[in-house]
């Protein structure tokens, strides 16, 4: 029930811009790992990052397919999770916070669904964040109203990547963590 893909490690040194990124060089390394909440498809991406040199350790999607029951889909992304968390050890998990969605029975698989990673990033010893799709969307793109593809075309270049990371899920990880590593750069603390 799971597919992953792994990114080369890469660094980038973005060049300078009005934007957000890239935060403040004289920083110390944070491992985070990004998160793009969903109970059928659920985005990760761990990145090491210190100021404008950010690194993809990993990345990918856990997928649960939709003919099973709630509570097992929810326990494959728990398993999963947890399994990601013992092998990357990130300090921080850096999620995107649902704020509204028009279809309620997607709101609550998805609130389920960062639920389940939340407590398994406490459990893990990670702190947790929040952010809004305006606040990555801004941090990454330097536009709060910026669609998927330029978030997806931005992650590429802030991370040196060769193609766009796929599917969107994974992209949308990828930015979560960027903004992390862009809007808390000072307070994030050091791998476990």
């Known amino acids: 029930m799971t597919t992953s893909r792994r990114c ?5 040194s973005p060049t300078k811009s009005s934007r957000i990124w890239p935060p403040p060089s004289n920083l110390v390394r944070v491992f985070v790992l990004g998160i ?14 210190r ?12 997928t649960t397919s939709p003919q099973e029951p709630v509570p097992r889909r929810l326990a494959v992304l728990q398993r999963e999770i ?6 990357l050890t990130p300090a921080v998990v850096a999620l995107e916070r649902v704020l509204f969605q028009v279809n309620v029975r997607t709101a609550m698989s998805v609130g389920q669904a960062a ?10 010893g990670c702190d947790v964040v929040e ?12 536009d709060g109203a910026a669609g998927k593809d330029q978030v997806a075309q931005m992650v590429q270049m802030l991370l040196g990547l060769p193609e766009p990371l796929r599917p969107a899920d994974v992209s949308d990880a990828a930015a979560v963590a960027l ?3 862009a809007q808390s ?8």
């Open 82 to 87: 947890r399994g990601l968390l013992a092998e």
């Open 51 to 62: 100021g404008a040199a950010t690194t993809a350790l990993a990345a990918g999607v856990i």
């Open 36 to 49: 793009d909440p969903g109970l059928s498809r659920c985005g990760y991406s761990c990145l090491s990052g």
């Open 115 to 124: 639920g389940v990673v939340m407590a398994e990033a406490v459990a893990a």
């Open 8 to 12: 080369t490690p890469t660094s980038t």
């Open 185 to 192: 750069p000072v307070a994030a603390p050091v791998s476990r």
């Open 179 to 181: 903004c992390h590593l």
């Open 131 to 142: 952010y809004s799709p305006n606040q990555v969307k801004q941090a990454v793109c330097g």
